[in-house]
Nanobody, 121 residues
Framework: QVQLVESGGGLVQPGGPLRLSCAAL????????MGWYRQAPGLQREWIGD???????NYADSVKGRFTISRDDAKNTIYLQMNALKPEDTAVYYC???????????????WGRGTQVTVSS
């Protein structure tokens, strides 16, 4: 069984930073792509960015220049460093990963349960 566990969410003032982490736990053989999404109340889930194993991160225009994605393959973990946060960044943030289970034959996407980020004074 595989779990993606996000952490680091909370309340932050406008202009402040916050760092999220997401660890993939379980019997994992390999992880291809890891990414971040967010969903604000009443809106569809929005892609923030992703990063392939050994590759460079890609970002949505709405966060480019403020958010930074990185990953630690030794820990099966992806990070989201968020700077200059705005109230419109308030959302539940989710991570996902395209991974291969130990003994598996195909890659499949898994999702975390999400962590709330609230930007407010």
């Amino acid at each position: 069984q595989v779990q993606l566990v996000e952490s680091g969410g909370g309340l932050v003032q406008p202009g402040g930073p916050l760092r999220l982490s997401c660890a993939a736990l379980g019997s994992i053989r390999s992880i291809s792509v890891m990414g971040w999404y967010r969903q604000a109340p009443g809106l569809q889930r929005e892609w923030i960015g992703d990063i392939k194993r050994g590759g460079s991160p890609n970002y949505a225009d709405s966060v480019k220049g403020r958010f930074t994605i990185s990953r630690d393959d030794a820990k099966n973990t992806i990070y989201l460093q968020m700077n200059a946060l705005k109230p419109e960044d308030t959302a539940v943030y989710y991570c996902n990963a395209d991974l291969l289970l130990s003994g598996g034959a195909v890659y499949s996407y898994y999702w975390g349960r999400g962590t709330q980020v609230t930007v407010s004074s």
